[in-house]
C-alpha cells in the first residue's frame, strides 16, 4: 500500500513569504503529525491532528498553522518565514493509538532566503 | 516532561559485526512504548522496532534486537550481521501508551546517532 506522501520534496522562499506544505497519510491513517527537524534542534513536535481536530500542539509560535481535511490529508502553513525556519519538514500518520507506530513521509526540505 | 538521550553522536562498524547504539529515557508514566527509527540519506524516517514497557521480552526483528530495562530507563539497539544498508542516522523516541492530552501524537526523540558500516 502506498506510504506517506509529502509535497513538495523542495522548496525555496523568501524572508517574509508564506507556504504550504502537504502530506497525505497512509489509507485508513486518521491521524497526522508534524514534525520540524534541524541539525541544532533536533525532531520537534509541531502538531497533531485527528478527524479534522487539532488534538495537541508543540512549542511553536502562531505563524505555524496546520489543518486537516475530511479524506485525512494534512497542510502545514508557515506565514512570514524567517531564516530559521529552514528545516526538514516530516510527516507522519498513524491509526492513532501510541502503540501504532508513526510511519513518516520524505519530508519536505524549506530552505528560506 | 519526558525526556530521551542518546550519548553517542556517532558509531562506525564493520560489515557483518555487531554494534549496539544506546539509549536512556527519563519518565514518571507507568506505561509507554520505545521506539528505534532509521533515517537514511533519503531522509525518511524507518521504524526499526517498537518495545511495550508493560512486556518483560525484548522485542526482535530479524538482525535488530533491543536491551529495554525498565527500571533503568534504557533501551539500547542491537545490530547484528551489519549491513552497508544499515548505514544511516538512528533515533530512539518515547510516546505514553496512554496518549491522550498533551501526548496525542507527540513523539520524544533523542539527539540521534549516526552510524557508518564499512565494507
Known amino acids: 500500500k502506498a506510504g506517506v506522501t509529502q509535497t513538495p520534496r523542495y522548496l525555496i522562499k523568501t524572508r517574509g513569504q508564506q507556504v504550504t506544505l502537504s502530506c497525505s497519510p497512509i489509507?485508513?491513517?486518521?491521524?497526522v503529525s508534524w514534525y520540524q527537524q534541524t541539525p541544532g534542534q533536533g525532531l520537534q513536535f509541531l502538531f497533531e491532528y485527528f478527524s479534522e481536530t487539532q488534538r495537541n500542539k508543540g512549542n511553536f509560535p502562531g505563524r505555524f498553522s496546520g489543518r486537516q481535511f475530511s479524506n485525512s490529508r494534512s497542510e502545514m502553513n508557515v506565514s512570514t518565514l524567517e531564516l530559521g525556519d529552514s528545516a526538514l519538514y516530516l510527516c507522519?500518520?498513524?491509526?492513532?493509538?501510541?502503540?501504532?507506530?508513526?510511519?513518516f513521509g520524505s519530508g519536505t526540505r524549506l530552505t528560506v532566503v | 516532561a519526558q525526556t530521551v538521550t542518546q550519548s553517542q553522536p556517532e558509531m562506525s562498524v564493520q560489515e557483518a559485526e555487531t554494534v549496539t547504539l544506546s539509549c536512556t529515557y527519563d519518565t514518571s508514566e507507568s506505561n509507554y512504548y520505545l521506539f528505534w527509527y532509521k533515517q537514511p540519506p533519503s531522509r525518511q524516517m524507518i521504524l526499526v522496532i517498537r518495545q511495550e514497557a508493560y512486556k518483560q521480552q525484548n522485542a526482535t526483528e530479524n538482525r535488530f534486537s533491543v536491551n529495554f530495562q525498565k527500571a533503568a530507563k534504557s533501551f539500547s539497539l542491537k545490530i547484528s550481521d551489519s549491513q552497508l544498508g544499515d548505514t544511516a542516522m538512528y533515533f530512539c523516541?518515547?510516546?505514553?501508551?496512554?496518549?491522550?492530552?498533551?501526548?496525542?501524537?507527540?513523539?520524544?526523540f533523542g539527539q540521534g546517532t549516526i552510524l557508518t558500516v564499512h565494507p
Open positions: 507522519a500518520s498513524s491509526l492513532a493509538r501510541a502503540g501504532d507506530g508513526y510511519t
Open positions: 489509507s485508513g491513517h486518521r491521524s
Open positions: 523516541a518515547f510516546i505514553p501508551a496512554n496518549a491522550g492530552g498533551t501526548s496525542y501524537g507527540k513523539l520524544t
